[in-house]
């Protein structure tokens, strides 16, 4: 895919895109923490969204992540208006995917705060795929600097792994909505492979890769949500010890794989000004 380079007036109507997009993803979250109207999104839809409503639910101080990630999508807003990104081919590149992310999140918020269960799985899935997309993108951009380090790949990489895990708990919680038991054997081994899931997803993830800032941002937060999925079913208000072993096992493995990634990415990234340096006979 060939990237064109920014032009005044894709600038100009990017810039507002994204903007536009942050007051919809603003107001969403203003509904959804109970700043505009009665209570947050864990007390609505029957409270199904709650840190103990499914056996895959994170325990409730894994949401604080989002504290993050928002800082992380703010500053891609006002990143978006400094004067560096006018020539930037990662601010240009990326600003339709992120405005779809920032956009869907404030609508997720208000599918949820109204107990859409089912709106709100369809629009976490928009969210995935168009994090996908942004990765997609950044495999053929050339290296800027740590501004599209910070506000592109980290932040692009944190709202992700968060995403992955976030999904498969909108996914249990919509389906205990139509009636699916939330606990039993049937529901502990659901759980299992939703979490095996998780963890071939964020490999997969991780191997399409070769970004640095987003894999370390990606599986941190995939890590983070997988561990206190465990530390809910461990300790917290609905136990399931299989459940909790195996989101603890399965943070392990994820950690393990990002590390890995890393490691390899930044040791072919030294080697290769080693090899350029070698005479030639």
């Known amino acids: ?9 894709s600038v100009a109507g990017g810039r507002i895109l994204v903007t536009l997009a942050a007051v919809v993803w603003l107001l969403g979250t203003a509904v959804g923490t109970g700043i505009l109207g009665e209570g947050g999104v864990e007390s609505q ?6 840190d103990h409503a499914t056996l895959i639910a994170p325990h409730g101080p894994a949401f604080s992540v989002w504290l993050v ?8 807003v006002v990143w978006q208006w400094l004067p560096r990104a006018t020539t930037s081919v990662w601010a240009s590149a990326t600003r339709v995917p992120a405005a779809i992310a920032l956009a869907l999140n404030g609508i997720w918020l208000q599918a949820a705060f109204a107990g859409l269960l089912g709106v709100s799985v369809l629009v976490m899935a928009g969210i995935l795929v168009s994090l996908c997309w942004i990765v997609a993108i950044g495999k053929q951009l050339p290296k800027e600097g740590r501004q599209e380090l910070v ?10 792994g ?3 895990v976030a999904t498969v708990a909108n996914v249990a919680a919509w389906l205990v909505d139509l009636g699916v038991p939330p606990t039993g054997e049937n529901a502990v081994g659901l759980t299992v492979v939703m979490l095996l899931v998780v963890v071939v997803l964020a490999a997969v993830v991780l191997r399409s890769t070769t970004m640095v800032g987003f894999q370390i ?9 997988l561990a206190w999925v465990g530390v809910a ?6 136990i399931s010890a299989p459940v909790g072993w195996a989101a603890v096992t399965a943070a392990g493995l994820v950690l393990v794989v990002g590390t890995i990634r890393v490691v390899q990415r930044l040791g072919s990234a030294k080697a290769r000004p080693a090899q350029r340096s070698v005479p030639q006979g």
Do not use: D
């Not at 941002?217 to 949500?225: H, N, R």
């Open 1 to 9: 895919m060939k990237v064109s380079p920014p032009t005044p007036s």
């Open 45 to 50: 839809a029957g409270g199904l969204l709650s």
């Open 217 to 225: 941002g990606f599986t941190c937060t995939v890590a983070w949500g």
């Open 233 to 238: 079913r461990l300790t917290g208000q609905l």
């Open 151 to 160: 506000w592109v790949q980290v932040t692009c990489g944190l709202y992700l």
């Open 162 to 164: 968060w995403i992955c």
């Open 69 to 76: 990630i928002y800082v992380g999508m703010a500053g891609y």
